[in-house]
């Protein structure tokens, strides 16, 4: 399967914890996104990168919130002292260039409890 | 006011039914367009992609982009009980896209 792959699926932790989620984009894409999207919205960017550089944030991105993408292959989003608010699915996605066709991983649902 | 607009639904047609969905956006930097499929709990699947003003078939998908009306639609020809899911726009100017609240469509037997 070379399609964008996502680790783990579920996240289940307590509220306070740390989480890392991981992103495999498709070999051959050099730009690499994270989203979240919450229940009954569409996805929401929270930032990207090109190669191993992180081009643009989101404010929704707060200081809890970091991305890396070492060696401009996969990528890590870490959440710091999650809130029930951080509850969601974040995504990933990949492309290649500028071109705006985006492919979807399966997505990490996080449960802050 | 969101950039991009789309009606939530739901939306339920009969099996075999023509089916229009639609996005108003207001950024006119905009220039790629693209539909999403997203069963739940699912990441989207990218079913159509657009550059600039047009139409553009794809089987029974046909998409459509009008930059001067900033209007977008995505008609789905001959529907099936399969074609059950989210439909989400979005669209881009030169990196992250920015995605409509996804209309949900029920297709019934």
């Known amino acids: 399967d070379t399609g964008v792959s996502q680790d783990p699926r579920h996240k289940i932790t307590k509220r306070g914890q740390n989480v890392t989620f991981r992103c495999d984009p498709i070999s051959e894409h050099n730009r690499l996104y994270w989203y979240r999207q919450t229940l009954g919205q569409g996805p929401e960017f929270l930032t990207y990168f090109q190669n191993e550089a992180q081009l643009e944030k989101s404010r929704l991105l707060s200081d809890r919130f970091s991305a890396e993408r070492p060696k401009g292959s996969f990528s890590t989003l870490e959440i710091q002292r999650t809130e029930q608010g951080d509850s969601a699915m974040y995504l990933c996605a990949s492309s290649l260039g500028t071109r705006g066709e985006q492919y979807f991983g399966p997505g990490t649902r996080l449960t802050v409890t | ?109």
């Not at chain 2, 990441?43 to 992609?49: Q, S």
């Not at chain 2, 900033?70 to 881009?92: E, G, N, V």
Request: aromatic share 12%; charged share 20%; proline share 6%.
């Open chain 2, 1 to 109: 006011q969101k950039e991009v607009e789309q009606d939530p639904g739901p939306l339920s047609v009969p099996e075999g039914a023509i089916v229009s969905l639609n996005c108003t956006y207001s950024n006119s930097a905009f220039q790629y367009f693209m539909w999403y499929r997203q069963y739940s709990r699912k990441g989207p699947e990218l079913l159509m992609y657009t550059y600039s003003s047009g139409n553009k078939e794809d089987g029974r998908f046909t998409a459509q982009v009008d930059k001067s009306s900033k209007y977008i639609s995505l008609f789905i020809r001959d529907s099936q009980p399969s074609d059950s899911a989210t439909y989400l726009c979005a669209m881009s100017a030169v990196g992250k896209l920015i995605f409509g609240q996804g209309t949900e469509l029920s297709v019934k037997p």
